[in-house]
Structures are given as structure tokens and as C-alpha cells.
């Protein structure tokens, strides 16, 4: 099981590097916003399984539970600024 | 092939779930990377990576079993589950409302697109943001 939850955060790794291409030169500010998004959406999957499959390991889900409500509130705020203030 | 032999009933579970988790996952990024326009990626990364987050934290449940680790991965996929499709969904509202242009196959040429033999579109009416247009030739 340790051997297949590896992978998976390889794959995982993968994808997050793979994003940061989007993130760094994505055409308009709302791709960066959205590349944002999904990278930390990923951060906090690598973290749960990182986890599970590390005996030893313990705080990772109390990291990834703030993590996702600081990520969801930081892109509520970015999308709001980008959006010139008004009311979404 | 070692690997799978070895695992019982509860771990062969939890890997099938985390296998179509992860497919769904591959298949956000790709769509993140090859769509043309910023409406499509926000709708790849808002359904597609939803529902792999999903599968893979139903897994790693089945994998943990009943305990206060479980219950934690529980609290974190349900915010996951209300927060991946609001913040997609506020990005989206927010890009349109602030007159973001929106891909359509007739403004950015469907036959370089698509490799289909060239036709032609000038008798057709302007679809999608016809606002956009009307400015960029005034």
C-alpha cells in the first residue's frame, strides 16, 4: 500500500509542477487565480496522503484542514481584487 | 505485481478509489493545460478536480478505518467539497462580469483550430460577446 501511495504523490508532484507552467505564464490574471486554485487543492491531497502513508508522521491534517480555509478565503479575496471591488 | 498480491480486502478498496481518484485528477491537468480559454480551464479544474479530490479522500478514509485520523480527512474533504467549486464559481462570475472575452470558433478562426477545410463565416451573425466585437472595430 506504502509503494501505491507513493506513486500517487509522484503523480501529484507531477501535476502541481505541470500547473505551475499555467501559473506562471497563463495569459490573463484569472488563469493565475485558477492555477492557484488548483495547486492548492493538490498541496492539500499530497499533504493527507503524505500522512497516511508516513507511520510516524502526525499535525499533516491539522496543516492541510488550515490550509484549505486559508486557500478558499485567499482566492474568495483575489477574485473580489481582481474584480475591481465590485459585487461579485 | 508484489505489491497488489499482498494487500487485503480494505487496502484493494481504498487503492481502487485513489486509482480513479488520481484519473481524475490527470485528466483536470491536462484540460488545465490544452484548453483555449479561461471559461473552459475553470471548468476543468472546477468539476474534474472536485470529484478526484473526492474519490481520493474516500480512500484514504477506507484505507485509515474508523478512526480520529478518518473523521479529520472527513472534515477536510468536506471543505474541499464546498470550497474547490466556490472559488471556481466566484472566479468565473468575476472574469465575466468584468467583460473577459469568451472563445468561440467563429472569432479565433475553427479552421486553423481544428484542421477543417476553410468556410466561409461572413454572412453569419457575430456569436458570444458581441459587445467586444462592436468595440474592437469602432
Known amino acids: 500500500m506504502s509503494t501505491i501511495l507513493t506513486v500517487i504523490l509522484g503523480v501529484l508532484i507531477i501535476i502541481i509542477v505541470a500547473m505551475s507552467q499555467r501559473l506562471f505564464n497563463g495569459p490573463t490574471s ?12 493538490d498541496v492539500i491531497l499530497a499533504l493527507v496522503i503524505f500522512d497516511a502513508a508516513d507511520e510516524g508522521a502526525y499535525m499533516y491534517l491539522d496543516i492541510s484542514i488550515a490550509y484549505a480555509l486559508l486557500g478558499f478565503i485567499c482566492s474568495v479575496i483575489l477574485a473580489k481584487y481582481l474584480g475591481g471591488g465590485k459585487t461579485i | 505485481m508484489n505489491v497488489l498480491f499482498s494487500l487485503n480486502l480494505q487496502e484493494v478498496i481504498a487503492c481502487l478509489f485513489l486509482l480513479a ?13 490544452r484548453l483555449p480559454d479561461f471559461y473552459c480551464r475553470v471548468h476543468a479544474s472546477g468539476n474534474s478536480e472536485t470529484l ?20 479529520k480527512i472527513g472534515m477536510i474533504s468536506l471543505l474541499i467539497f464546498a470550497a474547490n467549486p ?11 462580469k468584468n467583460d473577459h472575452p469568451v472563445w468561440t470558433l467563429q472569432a479565433h478562426d ?6 477543417m477545410p476553410p468556410t466561409d463565416h461572413s454572412a453569419d451573425e457575430p456569436v458570444g460577446n458581441s459587445d467586444q466585437v462592436e468595440t474592437e472595430e469602432a
Open chain 1, 30 to 41: 484569472y488563469d493565475r487565480m485558477n492555477a492557484l486554485g488548483v495547486i492548492g487543492a
Open chain 2, 21 to 33: 481518484g488520481l484519473v481524475f485528477l490527470i485528466g483536470s491537468a491536462i484540460g488545465m493545460l
Open chain 2, 110 to 115: 475553427a479552421a486553423k483550430v481544428l484542421g
Open chain 2, 52 to 71: 478526484g479530490c473526492m474519490l481520493c479522500f474516500i480512500g484514504l478514509m477506507i484505507y485509515e478505518g474508523a478512526t480520529f485520523n478518518s473523521l
Open chain 2, 86 to 96: 466556490i472559488g471556481s464559481h466566484i472566479l468565473g462570475k468575476s472574469a465575466y
